[in-house]
């Protein structure tokens, strides 16, 4: 059976705070409302809807997700970097003969652009999900482990049947990963490519 593991996408393969902060700060300057974008690039994973409740109305969060998504390839997309470990963990999965979906809050287009322009060979990416709502894509793609940077990405594991590994580069510590219930707490990717290997060797099936 093919080994397929799912990765989530921001402040886990992707760093994209500097990217996701300067669309906030324009998109503060355009609506004449104070976004503070270094607070928001503290907590990425929730929905952008979400996010944008805390400045607006809920009446002008429609109209402002749309403008972020038009500012988003120009000034989100292009100054994004890979995670320390990123491209390692991917290649770990892809000498075991495994497959890698991206499960990700960000929508499919900003998702898949910024994949492509890093350079990571993954073989589906699935955008706009959330906590245990990624857990259907991860079922359907048959992924043995998820890796995440949030607690929502603990509930995505565990809706689609995978080992839940967090990783602490996003808004939580390994401590909070593990009460939070990651079957696995690592500090960043970097390693990864041991404990998939060690995994592998203490006879997992997929």
């Known amino acids: 059976m093919t080994t397929s593991v799912g990765f989530d996408l921001d402040m886990t393969l992707a760093d994209t705070r500097s990217g996701i902060a300067a669309v906030y700060d324009e998109l503060s300057a355009r609506l004449g409302v ?15 809807e979400q996010e944008l409740a805390n400045w607006l109305p809920l ?17 989100g997309v292009p100054v994004h970097t890979a995670m320390a470990g990123a491209v390692e963990a991917i290649e770990a999965v ?10 990700t809050g960000k929508n499919l287009r900003d998702a898949t652009s910024t994949v492509e322009m890093l350079g990571l060979a ?10 245990a709502d990624k857990g259907s894509a991860l079922a359907r793609f048959g992924a043995a482990a998820y890796v ?16 839940s590994v967090g990783v602490a580069t ?3 510590t390994l ?19 041991d404990w998939f290997a060690g995994w592998r060797s203490a006879g997992q099936l997929w």
Not at 34 to 47: E, M, V, W
Not at 94 to 103: E, M
Not at 122 to 131: R, T
Not at 179 to 190: E, I, Q, R, Y
């Open 34 to 48: 104070l976004i503070d974008s270094k607070a928001i690039i503290t907590r990425l994973g929730p929905p952008l």
């Open 59 to 75: 009446e002008a969060i429609p109209e402002a997700v749309l403008l972020f998504r038009e500012l988003y390839p120009e000034l």
């Open 94 to 103: 892809r000498a075991q003969g495994g497959r890698i979906i991206v499960v």
């Open 122 to 131: 993954v073989d589906e990416v699935v955008g706009a999900v959330f906590g």
């Open 148 to 163: 995440g940077d949030h607690v929502a990405d603990i509930e995505a594991a565990r809706a689609g049947g995978a080992v």
């Open 170 to 172: 996003g808004p939580y």
């Open 175 to 193: 401590g909070e990963l593990r009460d939070h219930g990651a079957d696995v707490a690592l500090g960043d990717l970097t390693e990864f490519a």
